[in-house]
């Protein structure tokens, strides 16, 4: 009840879109329109909650989609992973089975082959799950899955960036992280802490509060923060907090973490390099769970229910560590949700509202937005193909080429010969050449969707692109002894139709000068 009415009176004095900071208090310039921080391009996803087709602005451009999913994508209940490499962004749907989307061809895959319990993944195509039996296992794009029954506990999940896998649970009053190394089928290496209590509220704790950041991985353990570094299993945090772990959440370095306890009104903040508690943050009412900014700008904390379905958030500055204002959200796997330019999407009855990261103030309203399903990425993956990265190499000087390589002479209309491009003119044959030199040839342009190894993959996105009543056709091609499937269209006479056509597609594309 106190927690309740600590709320309602913060909410009552501050004003839910003002924040609680003394505005008087506030830097000139506080209220500007905030900006983006350069890098690869910002990135909104949206996708309808009841499921369809994902797709994607460049942030703030909200009503321009630069892509769209092929596939349908099932319902979701949060995002686990994404590989800028390959393009794969990984998720849950609302059933807890993986789903998996391809950002660069637009497919969408799901694995529905039993239950699980623990979903995670570092580059959004191995997933890795864990069922209700106990059993581990992993879901790749090439299908090659990978099963494994420990005889170690296992709780929660870190796939590792070199393939390996690390594992923490609970056994008694221990808690134990180990790894393994599939394709292998036995544990390389485990550390053992001993923590005390018991094992249902330890392993309960371990699966809420377990995240990694860098070359670590961190979870509660009763009232203690263990964090172990991930390229040795050697022990780097283990810190007592003085009450039971709620939430953790780590800033984008791993330099500190901060910790909710249960019904304790103050975030502690723990230090890596001091080994401890090295600062304090009073909040309104306890945290329920923590949600970290990926730039490492803001802190939302989820307060207590104000309201059926709509909870306080405490924006914490980490510049300032210190509650700058509370707003209204329903607390989502997605939402709220700290956008690009530092801006905080929380949910307003049936809209989505962008408050100011500063004053908080409504900046924005999203019409019917909170029927979709929101997620953010920095990614340069939508960009146009530079043209160059298609052109054949050319050098400066080559050797002669073999006749026989050239293509056969043809007659035109008055009867004379026409030499094959690059050929020499022949005297014989009634016409005039010039040495060493071939008729023009007028360009031509291709507008390339994808190219990959799978020719399934390829028709079925060649059968769901129909640009002015014609669909891509699929050619073949072999690169270092592999079979390349490629979706295209083309050639066409200049580059600005092929490049109509590629934008009218509504898909990832490039045009490449020359006929496939």
């Known amino acids: 009840m106190r927690t309740v009415l600590a709320s309602a009176l913060l909410l009552l004095v501050c004003g839910v879109a003002g924040g609680c900071a003394d505005r008087s208090s506030r830097p000139e310039g506080a209220g500007a329109p905030p900006s983006i921080p350069s890098g690869p391009d910002p990135l909104l996803l949206r996708v309808p909650q009841k499921g369809g087709v994902l797709t994607a602005t460049r942030y ?83 299908g090659s899955d990978w099963k494994f029954r420990p005889s170690l506990p296992a709780q929660a999940l870190y796939p590792q960036a070199d393939g390996s896998l690390i594992v923490a649970g609970a056994r008694g009053d221990q ?61 780097a945090l283990n810190v007592d907090v003085g009450d039971p772990v709620r939430a953790i959440a780590a800033t984008p370095s791993g330099d500190r973490l901060f910790v909710a306890l249960a019904d304790e009104e103050v975030l502690r903040i723990v230090d890596r390099f001091e080994e ?22 803001v802190l939302l904390a989820r307060g207590a229910q104000v309201s059926p379905g709509v909870d306080s958030v405490f924006v914490v500055s980490l510049a300032e560590d ?23 999407a929380v949910t307003r009855g049936a809209d989505v509202v962008f408050a100011h990261p ?80 071939a008729p023009a040839r007028a360009s031509q342009f291709t507008v390339s969707f994808a190219a990959i190894l799978d ?10 692109i129909r640009v002015d009543g014609q669909s891509p056709r699929v050619t073949t091609s072999e690169r270092d002894g592999k079979l390349l499937y490629r979706v295209i269209m083309g050639p066409y006479p200049t580059r600005a139709e092929a490049e109509r056509i590629g934008k009218a597609s509504g898909q990832s594309y490039w045009v490449f000068e020359g006929a496939p």
């Not at 210190?322 to 905080?344: K, Q």
């Not at 298609?390 to 007659?411: C, M, Y």
């Open 60 to 142: 703030p451009a909200l009503d321009s989609v630069v892509w769209r999913s092929i596939g349908r994508v099932p319902p979701l209940s949060r995002f686990i992973g994404f590989g800028p490499e390959d393009g794969y962004l990984s998720a849950v749907d609302t059933g807890g089975a993986p789903v998996r989307v391809d950002l660069r061809i637009g497919s969408v895959t799901s694995s529905r082959d039993q239950a699980l319990t623990t979903l995670a993944s570092f580059d959004g195509g191995a997933v890795y799950g864990l069922t209700a039996g106990g059993e581990i296992t992993r879901f790749t794009p090439s």
């Open 175 to 235: 808690a134990i992280v180990w790894r393994v190394r599939p394709p292998q089928m036995v544990v390389s290496d485990s550390v053992l802490f001993n923590i005390g209590g018991e094992e249902a509220a330890l392993r309960d704790e371990i699966l809420t509060t377990a995240g990694s950041v860098g070359d670590r991985v961190f979870f509660g353990a009763n009232e203690r923060v263990i964090a172990v570094r991930a390229r040795d299993l050697g022990p």
């Open 276 to 297: 401890g508690v090295t600062g304090r943050i009073r909040l309104p009412a306890p945290a329920r769970a923590l949600r970290m900014d990926p730039l490492g700008r």
């Open 322 to 344: 210190a509650v700058v204002g509370v707003i209204e959200s329903a607390w989502r796997g997605d939402l709220p949700l700290v956008l690009p330019d530092g801006g905080i």
């Open 358 to 437: 500063s004053t908080l103030a409504p900046m924005q309203t999203v019409t019917d937005g909170a029927s979709s399903w929101w997620h953010t990425l920095r990614w340069n993956g939508f960009r146009p193909r530079a043209a160059g990265l298609d052109q054949p190499v050319q050098f400066r000087t080559s050797a002669p080429r073999d006749p026989s390589d050239l293509p056969p002479a043809t007659g035109d209309s008055t009867g004379n010969a026409t030499a094959g491009a690059g050929a020499a003119g022949d005297s014989t044959t009634g016409g005039s050449a010039t040495s060493g030199e």
């Open 455 to 464: 020719e399934k993959q390829a028709r079925a996105l060649a059968g769901r």
